[in-house]
Structure formats: C-alpha cells, structure tokens
C-alpha cells in the first residue's frame, strides 16, 4: 500500500516532493499557510545548480520547463569597490552550471506540475502532537486537523514539525539584510543600472556590502548586508520607509551616490530580513512517521545554496518512499543519512562565503577565490 503523504509548507522543496511522489502515484496533500500562491513576493532571483537543484527537477520530470524560464545574461557578476571603481568584471557564461530564474516562477512551475487540490491554500499550523505507531495530528489555526502516518517538514526556519525531532532552534547570525527594489532601472537610473550591470553586482567592505541583481527587464533588486546586533535594527523605525532607507544609508557615507541609490530611492519600503542559522551539523535520532528537508532541517546563512537543497532533499526523499512504499522507515533512514552530510557541508562552506563577503578582508579575498576558482581546470 502506497503511504499517503503530508506535506507542511509549500516552498520550493515541499512542491518538488509532492511532483516527484505524483510522478510516482503516491498521493500527498501539501498544506501551506500563506492564503494563495500570490500572497506575497516570492523573492527575487535564483541560480539552480546542475549537481543539485536541476537534479532535482530532473527527478520532477520539468527540466525542460525550467529551462524555459532562465533569464539569458543573469549569470553575469561584478565587483565593485566602494567608490564604483570595477575590481572584478566576470561576463555571462550561459554555459555554466548555474542558470539564473526567478523564484516566484519557479515555484509556479512547481505548482502547476500538481493535481488540482494538492495544496491546501490557508492551512497555518498551530500544534503537532505524536499519536504513536508513526502516525502524528496535525492542527490548524483554523480549527481543523489532519492525521498523517508520514509527516513531512518543509516549513522553513520556523518549522513547527522540528519540534518532533529536535531542540534545536534557529539562532542569530549577527548579520542583517535589508531588501529594497528600483523598477525600470534603465530608463529612470541609468548611473544605477550601469553600474550593477547585466546580472549581480557586489559592493563590500568588511562587515557591510550592498548586493543587487538585475531580473527581469529592468529590475534592481538589492540586499544590503549590515553586521550589526538584532537591537541596533530594532531601534530603526521601517514604518517610516524614508527614515529607514536613510539610517541604512548613513552605514555607508562617502560610497559612490549609484550604489547608495540602491537604498536611498527604492521603490519600496524597506525590508529588514534578520539571518538565522541551525548549528551546524543540526541532525536527530530516526523518529517513526516524520521527517525535515530543507531549511527546516539545515538552516544556514544564505550563500546560493538553500533553494537548491530544499528541491534537491525533496526529490531525494521522494525517490526513497517510492523505493521503499511498503517500510517507510527504511525511506527515511536513507533519505536522512545521506541529508544530514549534505546540509553540513552547505553549511560550513556558506561561513566560509560569509567570511569572504564580509569579513576583514572583504572584498579582495572573495576577488582571489573567484580568481584561482577560475584558473582551476
């Protein structure tokens, strides 16, 4: 008997578990909080990997589909000093591994790819508690409930299955971003937009740094990195937008006026988005009937790498309750000792990356590594 599967979040790893069990007939319902697929932005870009996230799609039968969504150009990166000088200028290689799409159209892809009803839109958790024999109550904010024999965890940082299986639970970085956004760039920015270029475009210092990408069309959509304590941000007004822009601003006097452009005349409102990490090498002891993928069971900084586990440990987990319909025990136990390596060396390479980005060498340290990466055969 095939197990019917329950699904918490409807994030990029959620879905590519629920496709890759469909592509097999086995059943889940994957329940999401958010209101609708559009109840809010879906982030901005994402470069999918060939050695994990387009694996993943592979495995969910859309890697022709996805290909349909890369944005040509978006591979393109750039380095600058803070002053606008260029010190790193690397051209689109749409050869490579790392094709660039936009998140939200992804996850559409993702979506559409499912049954009609497969996620269950509204659908906050409140409470899980273990009922035995694997099997385990789920209840909602809205009052009802569900009882599943095979709990998935795909809720993010915040995960309200992790409990199930660990104490763990996410800590402060000691660094924030700041998500801003520059519509039509070209025409109404041009300074701007020259400067960030055709893809990505960093500006960093140690402790700080202005990151944008170019999406579709014209689009600049920027994350400033600050290192700073929870504290100095919560001393920060975001519901006056300007005043925030220009305190955040204030962290990088005497930069050149294109890059501080990118906060100070955003189209939008500010957006501080704290970082969290899970210790690194975060695992649990086999508990019958659940499992994590993705941030809800690795957590770690962003360093281009998150979105591409999350697809990655679906697929994977979906391949294992396919092979294994009939004991998903042993699924899970294979699916889990093969995660748990993978999350810890994501984990440890993203400390490395935020060091470069951001630490005392920053940036001609990044520029070094990006430079004998290039010359490695």
Same mark, same amino acid.
């Given at each position: 008997?095939?197990?019917?599967?329950?699904?918490?979040?409807?994030?990029?790893?959620?879905?590519?578990?629920?496709?890759?069990?469909?592509?097999?007939?086995?059943?889940?319902?994957?329940?999401?909080?958010?209101?609708?697929?559009?109840?809010?932005?879906?982030?901005?870009?994402?470069?999918?990997?060939?050695?994990?996230?387009?694996?993943?799609?592979?495995?969910?039968?859309?890697?022709?589909? +996805?290909?349909?969504?890369?944005?040509?150009?978006?591979?393109?990166?750039?380095?600058?000093?803070?002053?606008?000088?260029?010190? +790193?200028?690397?051209?689109?290689?749409?050869?490579?591994?790392?094709?660039?799409?936009?998140?939200?159209?992804?996850?559409?892809?993702?979506?559409?790819?499912?049954?009609?009803?497969?996620?269950?839109?509204?659908?906050?958790?409140?409470?899980?508690?273990?009922?035995?024999?694997?099997?385990?109550?789920?209840? +909602?904010?809205?009052?009802?409930?569900?009882?599943?024999?095979?709990?998935?965890?795909?809720?993010?940082?915040?995960?309200?299955?992790?409990?199930?299986?660990?104490?763990?639970?996410?800590?402060?970085?000691?660094?924030?971003?700041?998500?801003?956004?520059?519509?039509?760039?070209?025409?109404?920015?041009?300074?701007?937009?020259?400067?960030?270029?055709?893809?990505?475009?960093?500006?960093?210092?140690?402790?700080?740094?202005?990151?944008?990408?170019?999406?579709?069309?014209?689009?600049?959509?920027?994350?400033?990195?600050?290192?700073?304590?929870?504290?100095?941000?919560?001393?920060?007004?975001?519901?006056?937008?300007?005043?925030?822009?220009?305190?955040?601003?204030?962290?990088?006097?005497?930069?050149?006026? &294109?890059?501080?452009?990118?906060?100070?005349?955003?189209?939008?409102?500010?957006?501080?988005?704290?970082?969290?990490?899970?210790?690194?090498?975060?695992?649990?002891?086999?508990?019958?009937?659940?499992?994590?993928?993705?941030?809800?069971?690795?957590?770690?900084?962003?360093?281009?790498?998150?979105?591409?586990? @999350?697809?990655?440990?679906?697929? &994977?987990?979906?391949?294992?309750?396919? @092979?294994?319909?009939?004991?998903?025990?042993?699924?899970?136990?294979?699916?889990?000792?093969?995660?748990?390596?993978?999350?810890?060396?994501?984990?440890?390479?993203?400390?490395?990356?935020?060091?470069?980005?951001?630490?005392?060498? @920053?940036?001609?340290?990044?520029?070094?590594? +990006?430079?004998?990466?290039?010359?490695?055969?």
């Amino acid at each position: 008997m095939h197990t019917p599967v329950t699904i918490i979040g409807a994030g990029l790893g959620g879905l590519t578990l629920a496709r890759v069990l469909h592509i097999h007939g086995i059943p889940a319902t994957v329940y999401e909080a958010e209101a609708s697929p559009t109840a809010r932005a879906q982030g901005g870009m994402l470069d999918i990997h060939d050695y994990n996230g387009q694996l993943a799609l592979q495995a969910a039968g859309l890697i022709d589909e +996805f290909r349909g969504l890369i944005l040509e150009g978006r591979q393109a990166m750039r380095i600058l000093e803070r002053d606008g000088t260029v010190l +790193f200028d690397k051209a689109d290689d749409s050869t490579g591994g790392r094709p660039e799409v936009q998140r939200g159209e992804l996850r559409q892809l993702l979506l559409d790819s499912l049954p009609a009803g497969t996620v269950r839109w509204g659908h906050k958790v409140s409470g899980v508690r273990p009922l035995g024999e694997g099997r385990h109550e789920v209840t +909602f904010a809205n009052g009802t409930t569900v009882v599943t024999s095979l709990l998935v965890g795909a809720d993010g940082a915040w995960s309200r299955v992790r409990p199930l299986l660990s104490d763990a639970a996410p800590e402060y970085v000691g660094r924030s971003f700041v998500e801003t956004w520059l519509f039509d760039s070209d025409t109404r920015r041009p300074a701007t937009a020259k400067a960030v270029g055709g893809g990505s475009m960093m500006a960093l210092a140690p402790g700080k740094g202005i990151q944008a990408h170019r999406e579709r069309g014209s689009t600049l959509h920027t994350y400033v990195a600050l290192t700073r304590p929870q504290d100095w941000f919560a001393a920060i007004d975001f519901t006056d937008a300007a005043a925030a822009a220009a305190r955040i601003a204030q962290e990088f006097d005497g930069w050149a006026p &294109e890059l501080t452009a990118l906060i100070t005349d955003s189209d939008t409102a500010p957006v501080l988005r704290p970082l969290y990490e899970l210790p690194i090498g975060h695992r649990w002891e086999r508990v019958p009937g659940v499992t994590l993928l993705g941030d809800a069971a690795h957590l770690s900084a962003p360093n281009g790498e998150g979105a591409n586990l @999350a697809m990655y440990d679906g697929a &994977e987990l979906g391949k294992a309750i396919a @092979a294994h319909p009939d004991d998903v025990e042993v699924a899970l136990t294979e699916y889990e000792q093969a995660m748990f390596p993978r999350g810890t060396k994501a984990a440890t390479e993203g400390t490395q990356l935020h060091e470069l980005l951001f630490g005392d060498n @920053a940036p001609h340290g990044l520029i070094t590594a +990006f430079i004998e990466d290039e010359q490695t055969p």
